[in-house]
């Protein structure tokens, strides 16, 4: 009974066979609670399947599982978490939505991979939108589900989800489990914010119900969680009135100090204020239109790249929305004048767009001719008191030194730390406003060395100067860089381990509790 996942590289059919056999002796040992069905049915092990779930959008890890399994139903799900507890040796569990992490986070080498997405084609839960009189109008999501097929079905009753990431084509299930983060948090906090309740299948194989009067401790533990404590099964997210149209701004910098203090005045607008706010690097490697939208006409690229000449290869921009609709259509473009009339920009370097508001949301794409590239992405949350320094070493200096291997958009943009609850286990700067640094790498997957390299000089440098940084999606080769990580949390963290995935069944990809 022990070797249900074998570490022995086997055939496929034989895999299968010890897969099928097991699960037939264990069936009887399944609660009565759950549904006593053969899941043999829906554990794929033919080299195609094991193949795909072996990568990811980093394509920077290939870890191979022993097999996938395609459910159709939760019930699936949990009959397959106590397969796995019922025996001596349990094999490990990872859930995958789409395959957008970047460093194997969703895999399980020799385990099963989860194919979340089987369960729109079986009884999932779906997208519901709903209202009651104490929560308002939420909707009732499978954490199979992606972003845009959300927007796509508020939309239809007149509602959106408040805050969201700048790609929607990611899996709700996986962005909750590490933050959700874009140019709305500033002002609604990440989308683990924004969530009224959820289901979530344990790594006991228990199906719970929690919330913030319910379960609570889980419901807080999951959210941001990393995946390591259950698979979220349903979200209710909380929605409101959606806009019809944006007002879409972009403003170019040659003054850092400029840069970030109008993006600090534009999140900390109480009333009347932007309801998107991002900064970003224009550099050679990192042009003013790239793969996460294209804005600018070609005439303004001409401009920009002269700009960009006269500033020693170096830029900075603010992307600022403002939403509106029928009833404030005339006042918004005196609105948005308002706003940033004495701003540092560039005199002369403004430029708008007025866009339906999922023309904006929807404006991210990445095609298929990103599949044969690496990502060896950094994200980073850097405190406020430290970006002056953080500018000066990283992107004036490592940077430019590095310049001809950069390649791909530059995120600087930043967050108030109170619109986060730090109940949860996403781990960010103890101060009032931090900063996400997205350094979104795109390299042939024989030059991620060279990339790996400047990540990592980055990071060096950021503790030997004992800049307290946060790694966001985080990705650690030694517990203690976990313990470092999580930091007071870490205990907490361990805590919820034990009670809720005692047998460290879930999300191995992560590497928090496992051996590397």
């Not at 919820?496 to 460290?504: A, E, H, I, L």
Request: hydrophobic share 40%; charged share 20%.
């Amino acid at each position: 009974m022990a070797a249900v996942i074998p570490s022995l590289i086997l055939p496929s059919c034989l895999i299968l066979f010890i897969l099928i056999f097991l699960v037939s002796c264990a069936t009887a040992a399944l609660p009565d609670e759950i549904p006593q069905r053969d899941i043999a049915e829906l554990l794929i092990s033919d080299p195609e399947s094991t193949s795909k779930a072996s990568g990811d959008y980093g394509n920077l890890v290939r870890v191979t599982p022993s097999a996938v399994f395609r459910p159709s139903t939760v019930d699936d799900i949990i009959s397959l978490v106590k397969l796995s507890n019922n025996l001596s040796n349990p094999f490990s569990v990872a859930a995958r939505g789409r395959g957008h992490s970047v460093r194997g986070q969703a895999m399980a080498a020799d385990g099963v991979v989860v194919e979340m997405v089987s369960l729109q084609a079986g009884d999932g839960v779906g997208i519901r939108v709903s209202w009651n009189p104490a929560l308002g109008f939420f909707a009732d999501v499978g954490g199979e589900q992606i972003w845009s097929d959300v927007l796509k079905t508020t939309l239809e009753h007149g509602l959106a989800p408040v805050s969201w990431t700048d790609y929607l084509y990611l899996s709700v299930g996986g962005t909750l489990s590490n933050g959700g983060i874009s140019g709305q948090s500033f002002l609604h906090g990440p989308q683990i914010s924004n969530v009224h309740e959820l289901d979530v299948v344990t790594g006991t194989g228990d199906f719970i119900t929690c919330s913030k009067e319910m379960n609570s401790e889980l419901f807080f533990a999951v959210l941001g969680g990393l995946g390591q404590f259950g698979i979220i099964t349903r979200a209710r997210i909380l929605l409101q009135k959606a806009p019809s149209r944006a007002k879409w701004v972009r403003l170019i910098y040659n003054d850092f100090s400029k840069f970030t203090r109008d993006q600090e005045h534009l999140i900390s607008l109480d009333n009347n204020g932007p309801n998107y706010v991002e900064g970003s690097l224009i550099t050679d490697n990192s042009p003013p239109n790239n793969w996460r939208s294209s804005f600018y006409s070609s005439l303004h690229q001409s401009k920009i790249s002269s700009l960009l000449k006269s500033n020693q290869g170096l830029l900075f921009s603010i992307e600022v929305v403002k939403y509106y609709d029928d009833l404030t259509a005339n006042t918004i473009d005196e609105e948005v004048e308002d706003m940033v009339q004495d701003f540092g920009f560039v005199p002369g370097f403004i430029f708008k767009k007025d866009v339906p508001v999922i023309d904006f949301l929807n404006r991210v794409a990445i095609g298929d001719d990103h599949k044969s590239e690496a990502h060896p992405w950094l994200n980073l949350f850097v405190p406020k008191s430290a970006i002056l320094d953080f500018n000066d070493a990283v992107f004036v200096h490592i940077m430019r030194r590095h310049n001809h291997t950069t390649s791909g958009p530059i995120l600087f943009y930043p967050f108030n730390r109170i619109k986060w609850d730090d109940r949860m286990f996403a781990v960010i700067p103890d101060e009032e406003i931090f900063y996400t640094m997205g350094l979104l790498h795109s390299s042939m997957p024989d030059e991620v060395e060279i990339y790996e390299k400047l990540n990592n000089e980055i990071l060096e440098f950021c503790e030997k100067s004992g800049m307290k940084i946060k790694q966001y999606l985080p990705h650690y080769k030694s517990k203690e860089d976990w313990v470092n990580h999580f930091g007071p949390k870490w205990d907490s963290f361990q805590e919820m381990k034990t009670k809720y995935d005692p047998r460290m069944i879930l999300s191995p990809g992560q590497r928090i509790f496992k051996a590397i």
